[in-house]
């Protein structure tokens, strides 16, 4: 099982991030790609990789919440990134209208950017999305006929927002939010809908823990080490068998993101 969205360089990983892998391991996640939110996050996100290149892959880019940190030299600095052997996709990037860090016009700029990049290098791309769907599908559409592939992570949206991503091919990735009985059930609903080559299971930790373990701890931080209660709870969801499934979205990361 791998884990297709870990923030390993955010600060609420630095103290113990060994433990934190070796938990992983031990809970049977075969691999991790780091996703990177900025430009120094990319680097450092490389800089972990190379720590293990069998068991950690990472992507490059600017996530939307820090579209205003982006300069003429971040995207040379990310073009000179995506040569590194352990980067396998471009993002997170993508538009949040539901937190807007940055503005929109310093958003919707920021992931024109880096789609001409994945595009550029034949690259697939890291998408986030939250409460923007229609710029967001706008902007995207157009590149989609020459985009190597695309995964929408940590999917939030609606019944029509999921189709509409099905019908352009767009591939969907699914956190703990579906363990949320209260936010998590509308989702819920939509996860027997998604065909079974286009899922992708992720923790999106420090995030998103899933709110149905009980954790003795106050933290309540999420781990990469509770993805297989994600990945049971998906196959309940779709009344599939849980190795079947566990292999189908093994088999999709590694196309999707041409993991050796
Ligand atoms: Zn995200």
């Known amino acids: 099982m791998l884990d297709v969205g870990v923030n390993l360089t955010h600060e609420k990983f630095s103290k113990d991030r060994i433990e934190v892998v070796l938990r992983a391991r031990t809970a049977g996640i075969t691999g991790m790609i780091i996703i990177s939110s900025t430009v120094s996050d990319s680097r450092q996100s490389i800089m972990i990789a190379k720590q293990d290149t069998k068991y950690f892959w990472c992507t490059v880019g600017v996530h939307p919440h820090y579209a205003?940190?982006?300069?003429?030299?971040?995207?040379?600095?990310?073009?000179?990134?995506?040569?590194?052997?352990?980067?396998?996709?471009?993002g997170e990037c993508g538009l949040d209208?539901?937190?807007?860090?940055?503005?929109?016009?310093?958003q919707v700029y920021v992931f024109q950017e880096q789609i001409e990049l994945a595009v550029e290098f034949s690259m697939p791309l890291f998408l986030h999305c939250r409460d923007a769907h229609q710029c967001f599908m706008s902007?995207?559409?157009p590149w989609l006929p020459n985009l190597r592939s695309?995964?929408?992570?940590?999917?939030?949206?609606?019944?029509?927002?999921?189709?509409?991503?099905?019908?352009?091919?767009?591939?969907?990735?699914?956190?703990?939010?579906?363990?949320?009985?209260?936010?998590?059930?509308?989702?819920?609903?939509?996860?027997?809908?998604?065909?079974?080559?286009?899922?992708?299971?992720?923790?999106?930790?420090?995030?998103?823990?899933?709110?149905?373990?009980?954790?003795?701890?106050?933290?309540?931080?999420?781990?990469?080490?509770?993805?297989?209660?994600?990945?049971?709870?998906?196959?309940?969801?779709?009344?599939?068998?849980?190795?079947?499934?566990s292999q189908k979205i093994i088999n999709n990361t590694c196309n999707l993101f041409h993991l050796a």
């Open 139 to 141: 902007i995207l559409k």
């Open 97 to 106: 209208f539901y937190r807007s860090f940055s503005t929109r016009k310093q």
């Open 150 to 245: 695309v995964l929408l992570h940590c999917f939030t949206g609606t019944r029509s927002e999921l189709e509409l991503c099905l019908e352009y091919d767009i591939s969907i990735g699914v956190t703990g939010w579906i363990c949320d009985p209260y936010r998590g059930r509308e989702l819920s609903k939509l996860i027997p809908l998604i065909p079974s080559n286009r899922l992708l299971i992720e923790t999106d930790a420090p995030w998103l823990f899933p709110k149905d373990i009980q954790l003795v701890s106050a933290k309540k931080r999420n781990e990469p080490c509770f993805l297989p209660h994600i990945m049971e709870t998906v196959a309940k969801l779709r009344k599939d068998d849980i190795t079947e499934l």
């Open 68 to 90: 205003y940190t982006w300069s003429k030299e971040s995207r040379t600095e990310i073009c000179k990134l995506i040569n590194e052997p352990s980067v396998v996709a471009i």
